[in-house]
């Protein structure tokens, strides 16, 4: 079973600065890793996805991958109230393994 | 834009009671799965489908099965409902040539009294 560790939160950071979401998985074969947002009251939606080690930038969002130390990141630029939600680490290949993910509060 | 409807939002339900949730996509993705989320848990897999009448059991299936007769529709059942089936139900799906990129429904929020 693979397993995904994330810190609960809440992280609270103003608004314009960095969040920085980390997460921890235990399974070294573990190859595809995702970041999904999830608003409250809302369904997750995917905002990034990465497979190599090192960075993937998309707009304000850049994940990190580090596969040695087993450990992948979310950071926000830029952070914008409405970046307020709960962010989930996902893992896996058809089959995903979730973490329970990390609540963001972006405060103006 | 892909659409996953979920027939129900909100459901009571009492206990032992057989429960339907209806799930349907509406672009030809291959996969569909079953999660329940539940606060300090998070999102598990109950069960998926790679092909019409394929299932395979996820982490959690002890007391649900699933149906799929068609490649759009994917029907989780619980049986005989219990008060710890009380939970969020999510229906996602995807293409199989992009796994890990699903896409949810937007839920059903069952109880079971």
């Known amino acids: 079973q693979k397993e995904v560790e994330q810190n609960s939160g809440p992280l609270s950071v103003p608004e314009g600065a960095i969040a920085s979401l980390n997460c921890t998985y235990s399974?070294?074969?573990?190859?595809?890793f995702f970041w999904y947002r999830q608003y409250s009251g809302k369904s997750p939606e995917l905002i990034m996805s990465?497979?190599?080690?090192g960075d993937k930038e998309d707009g304000r969002f850049t994940a990190q991958l580090n596969k040695a130390s087993q450990y992948v990141s979310l950071l926000i630029r830029d952070s914008q109230p409405s970046d307020s939600a709960t962010y989930l680490c996902?893992?896996?290949?058809?089959?995903?393994?979730f973490g329970t993910g990390t609540r963001l509060l972006v405060s103006p | 834009d892909v659409k996953v409807t979920q027939s129900s939002r909100y459901l009571v339900k009492r206990t032992g009671e057989k429960v339907f949730l209806e799930c349907v996509q509406d672009m030809d993705h291959e996969n569909m799965f079953w999660y329940r989320q539940d606060p300090g848990l998070g999102l598990r897999l109950i069960y998926f489908?790679?092909?019409?009448?394929?299932?395979e059991k996820g982490d959690i299936p002890e007391g649900y099965s699933v149906s799929r007769e068609k490649k759009e529709r994917f029907s989780l059942i619980l049986e005989s409902a219990s008060t710890n089936q009380t939970s969020m139900y999510l229906c996602?799906?995807?293409?199989?040539?992009?796994?890990?990129?699903?896409?949810f429904g937007e839920g059903s929020r069952l109880t079971v009294l």
């Open positions: 996602a799906s995807v293409l199989s040539g992009r796994p890990g990129e699903l896409f």
């Open positions: 489908s790679y092909d019409v009448k394929m299932k």
């Open positions: 996902a893992l896996g290949f058809q089959k995903l393994v």
């Open positions: 399974d070294r074969g573990s190859q595809s």
């Open positions: 990465i497979y190599s080690n």
